[in-house]
């Protein structure tokens, strides 16, 4: 989407393309997927409300986390922040920005406490919008928060663990990119000092990855963890690298032009791998990127996760999701409860 084109420019263009489906319709012409899918859309669901409702259904169970009473669905930050994994469009980072203004970031942590969701996963760069929210609206939004300090470093990260307790935080985890990296490179000891860093200041400590290679790593060298932060979705969607092609660590190896390889669209490599050993593990387990990065429904990613072992879902959501998210996420832990792992938070 060039950046010159404007609102008044896209009113039009949605009015032609509405009138164009419409007469389409009335002569009978060729429609196209693209064209019913957004007049689907038009006659579907109101456009531009400024303010969404909440979740006013049956309310959302909680898990413990330690000391912690965390909902079982947590709300993802990445909308906030900008940062979107999105194939090859290139324009979503920018649209999230502009489209969450501190303004809506405020409203749509109200929404999301007055639904029932009471915990957050941020990066520390969207911190302040959290700290905020509490002080401004009286909020009690808790944060999951990941460290990306270079675990090497123990200084560094006993600053930033430091500096994000002081502001509230309440749970701190390895950022799944670094941890990777501390296995790939046989320095799991360094994901062990860290963990102890972060128990040392008095909060749950665990350990995100993309990788499972992350987790089996850590069970099997007694890393003192509480927990997981480890991705987890179907793979049977369209985007989707095929199985033969999967290769260990694509994250950190950049995106291939090659069609049927990496390209910024999968993130649990073998989800059917990652249930079973994590029906092992006695840890609590946060599921995250349960949709693929949009690439899945929200009812198929948030009940795959339940029903195949996740403790608590993180997921992105935007304040038109956020009501319909929290009910899904109750009648998919309905579901759950004769699951093979057992619960453990």
């Known amino acids: 989407m060039p950046e010159d084109f404007t609102m008044a420019e896209s009113t039009d263009r949605r009015r032609f393309m509405s009138s164009a489906v419409l007469g389409a319709a009335a002569t009978g012409a060729f429609v196209s997927l693209e064209e019913k899918s957004l007049q689907a859309a038009q006659e579907g669901e109101p456009r531009g409300q400024a303010h969404h409702a909440p979740y006013r259904g049956e309310s959302l169970p909680c898990g413990k986390l330690g000391k912690l009473s965390v909902s079982r669905l947590v709300m993802g930050g990445n909308l906030f922040g900008g940062w979107a994994h999105s194939r090859d469009l290139l324009y979503v980072s920018r649209l999230l920005r502009e489209y969450n203004t501190d303004t809506r970031i405020l409203d749509t942590l109200e929404q999301a406490e007055q639904s029932g969701v009471n915990m957050i996963q941020v990066d520390p760069a969207c911190v302040e919008h959290i700290v905020r929210y509490r002080k401004e609206r009286g909020g009690k939004m808790q944060m999951l928060v990941c460290i990306n300090a270079d675990p090497l470093d123990a200084t560094k990260v006993k600053e930033q663990v430091k500096q994000l307790v002081d502001l509230g935080v309440e749970a701190l985890y390895g950022h799944g990119e670094r941890t990777d990296h501390m296995t790939m490179n046989n320095q799991v000891d360094a994901i062990g000092r860290m963990t102890e860093i972060i128990k040392a200041a008095g909060v749950p400590a665990g350990v995100g990855s993309h990788s ?134």
């Not at 690439?295 to 195949?308: D, E, K, L, R, Y």
């Open 212 to 345: 499972l290679q992350t987790p089996i790593a850590c069970e099997k060298n007694g890393i003192g963890n509480e927990f997981y932060v480890k991705t987890f979705h179907p793979d049977n969607y369209w985007s989707a690298t095929p199985a033969e092609k999967r290769e260990e660590w694509c994250w950190y190896t950049g995106s291939s032009d090659a069609h049927d390889r990496y390209h910024d669209n999968i993130f649990d490599l073998h989800p059917d791998q990652t249930e079973a050993f994590m029906k092992g593990v006695k840890k609590p387990w946060f599921a995250f990127k349960v949709m693929a990065a949009g690439a899945i429904p929200a009812q198929v990613g948030i009940n795959h996760a339940f029903q195949h072992g996740a403790d608590f879902v993180v997921a992105g959501m935007f304040d038109f999701q956020l009501a319909g998210n929290v009910e899904i996420a109750v009648k998919a832990l309905k579901r759950s409860k004769n699951r093979a792992r057992p619960w453990c938070a």
